[in-house]
């Protein structure tokens, strides 16, 4: 503590001193030294030594106690040998049996942090007739996930019921900065708010979006006490996005505690001011975005047919520019390339939002409500796949427009400084050159150019920064021209517009993209665990029908490599490692045997739900239901794990039946080396 400026001593000790009262160590240690020295220190006319009071409390374990319950990181370190971590990666999914104590955690006294305390849920009427669950029974469990700042904390799972039993308690640093703790006037410049989801998991492992709200957290800075305990409404999505679904009983608390406390009016008066200054750049945005619609409408009369979507509703009923669902986003290490970012979108489940009733429903997800559910229609993918596009430097628009048959659908455009035109479709990774075909050109010269990718009509494209609408005399994407500077083509927003709504003060708390983070799947134990489930599902269903069933070990693993070169091939394009695969085939099936293999893909680990989808192919069926004397099968399950818990699961069955099966084959019937089966998603 001596190498510690003045400053950061007086803050550590304010620190102590909060976290003592917080604990109620000062009534310890006042009874233990009324027990040792009560009597001893009045008969003594020098009074009580400090030496001797120190090795009391050290005997009586108070000293130690102390230590363990308070724990510093970054203390005297000097710059550059790095720095404490933060909450985030700490995951500050911090819980205590006791409501008003926090346990154990690692802080910085150079910083502040707000404690949230979940205390239990109550009034999920949805669920009141909800049975108990038998033990061994899955059940259907609400998880609680939180962002801040660029945090993000998920609870424990609970059981779903009318009153859950949701304790948990995370740790929210309030400031980045080191140089100076955080005062309560710094705090409430932070218009910050706390994203709350609620997610319900069933037995399967499919997620909901249940509800979602932002907590107001400011009004902390006025509690004399440093704690304040209240009750939140969790209002549902979507449709249901002002009727509410629950209610969360909360507790919150700064650390350390503030020694200036505000008055209520103040940050009344600064909350007031906050949403006064964005409601006028909402109101002044909205009567240029009409001003604009008029101005476009007015080029060609039928330009109110074509899809130029301004605005768009998320799932708490807020309309906002649709410009303002896309930022930039780095997926650190995580993601290494463009291409792999396509794919890790490409892997999150499709969703179309539909209304109770029936019909489709048009709803954009927040990008932290997107991600938390791991699945969304088809504007949720593109918006995320644009925003890892942009984060990798990539000139990348979300276009809205049509595919077959007229369905409106969303994908994702790049162009290069040379001016070429790359079409991105997120639900699937492909990509597809856009060729410009002259309207004026011979019709075989159109001919010759044949379309390879599903897109009819674009309405829009539009980033961060920048909105277009086609302007051109016809908005089929084959006679399209992407040359967005030229007005005769495109009509575009002002930027400064686009900026005034999407700036950090007028986006709202939902808007903030939160980082992305890391799976939690071994890949090798999912590996495992899948192939065995399915291994046994397969014996059940064979010995149903009377039949054993062989496993070839060894052949199992000779389709390793395929599974990892299908993998290799989505992520980057290239196809590797076939022609191997081919040689070790040949080369290790016996002699009058051929070979048949199936792969497949999915993103799931369900076994009995690959295995149905898997039957439903007359391939794979005749693989599992061959009989035989001489029949061996071969099963290898590959698990390829990709940012928050998505999923390329690889799945491919096999066999090696004897030429009575196959009939009469001249010479090694290992030359027939068959692989067929389905590279699209389940």
Request: charged residues 25%; contains cysteine; proline residues 5%.
């Amino acid at each position: 503590m001596a190498n510690l400026p003045t400053e950061k001593v007086n803050e550590l000790k304010q620190l102590i001193h909060s976290h003592l009262n917080q604990t109620d160590v000062q009534s310890k240690i006042k009874s233990c030294l009324d027990n040792s020295f009560g009597a001893e220190g009045d008969a003594r006319s020098g009074g009580v030594d400090e030496n001797a009071i120190l090795n009391v409390l050290r005997e009586r374990g108070v000293i130690s106690d102390v230590m363990r319950t308070l724990k510093f990181e970054g203390i005297g370190r000097t710059e550059g040998r790095g720095v404490g971590k933060t909450a985030t990666e700490r995951l500050a999914q911090v819980t205590s049996t006791d409501d008003t104590t926090p346990a154990k955690v690692s802080l910085d006294p150079t910083k502040r942090y707000l404690y949230l305390q979940v205390l239990g849920g109550r009034a999920f009427l949805e669920h009141l007739q909800e049975p108990e669950p038998l033990p061994g029974q899955p059940t259907s469990t609400f998880t609680l996930h939180l962002h801040f700042k660029g945090q993000r904390f998920r609870s424990r799972p609970a059981a779903c019921s009318c009153e859950p039993d949701i304790h948990e308690g995370f740790l929210l640093e309030l400031q980045k900065d080191r140089s100076k703790i955080a005062n309560a006037v710094t705090l409430l410049s932070m218009t910050d708010e706390i994203h709350i989801l609620l997610i319900k998991t069933n037995p399967s492992g499919d997620k909901t979006l249940v509800g979602s709200h932002s907590l107001k957290w400011r009004t902390i800075l006025a509690a004399e006490s440093g704690g304040l305990r209240n009750s939140i409404e969790i209002n549902g999505v979507g449709a249901e996005s002002k009727v509410p679904v629950g209610v969360l009983d909360m507790k919150l608390e700064i650390i350390p505690r503030l020694s200036q406390i505000l008055q209520k009016d103040v940050i009344r008066t600064q909350e007031d001011l906050e949403r006064s200054k964005i409601s006028e750049r909402e109101r002044l945005f909205l009567v240029y975005a009409k001003q604009w619609w008029r101005e476009f409408l007015q080029i060609r009369s039928g330009h109110s047919d074509r899809l130029v979507k301004i605005f768009a509703q998320d799932e708490t009923g807020t309309n906002r520019l649709t410009c303002s669902f896309v930022r930039p986003i780095r997926a650190g290490r995580l993601i290494d390339s463009a291409r792999e970012a396509a794919r890790f979108v490409s892997l999150i489940a499709y969703e179309k939002s539909e209304n109770v009733g029936g019909g489709r429903t048009e709803m954009w997800s927040n990008a932290h409500s997107f991600l938390c559910k791991n699945k969304g229609d088809c504007e949720d993918h593109a918006i995320l796949l644009c925003n890892l596009l942009l984060g990798f430097g990539l000139d990348a628009y979300v276009t809205i427009g049509t595919k077959g048959k007229g369905v409106a659908h969303s994908w994702v455009t790049t162009i290069s400084p040379s001016g070429e035109v790359i079409f991105w479709e997120s639900l699937t990774a492909q990509r597809f050159i856009h060729y410009f075909i002259d309207p004026d050109d011979p019709p075989l010269d159109k001919q010759l150019r044949k379309l390879d990718h599903p897109y009819q009509t674009v309405g829009c494209i539009f980033n961060h920064r920048t909105f277009y609408a086609n302007c051109q005399p016809s908005n089929r994407v084959d006679v399209c021209r992407f040359e967005l500077q030229n007005k005769s083509l495109w009509k575009a927003m002002s930027e400064e517009a686009i900026k005034s709504v999407c700036g950090n003060l007028g986006l709202p708390t939902a808007a903030v993209f939160p980082p992305l983070c890391p799976s939690s799947i071994d890949a090798t134990t999912a590996s495992n665990h899948l192939e065995y489930s399915l291994r046994s599902l397969v014996e059940d269903l064979r010995q149903d029908m009377g039949l054993g069933t062989i496993w070839d070990d060894e052949l199992s693993y000779l389709l390793t490599p395929a599974l990892a070169g299908y993998e290799l091939e989505h992520k980057t394009g290239l196809s590797v490692g076939n022609e191997e695969f081919q040689h070790a085939i040949r080369q290790n099936v016996p002699d009058g045997h051929t070979f048949k293999g199936f792969p497949i893909q999915f993103v799931h680990m369900n076994p009995r739900r690959a295995l149905g989808t898997c039957l439903r192919s007359p391939v794979c069926e005749e693989i599992v239901r061959c009989q035989g004397d001489h029949v061996r099968h071969a099963l290898r399950v590959r698990v390829f794990p990709y940012p928050e818990s998505t999923c390329a699961v690889w799945i491919m069955f096999a066999y090696a039946p004897g030429v009575e099966l196959q009939g009469k084959l001249q010479g090694k019937c290992i030359q027939g080396v068959t692989i067929s089966g389905c590279n699209t998603r389940h």
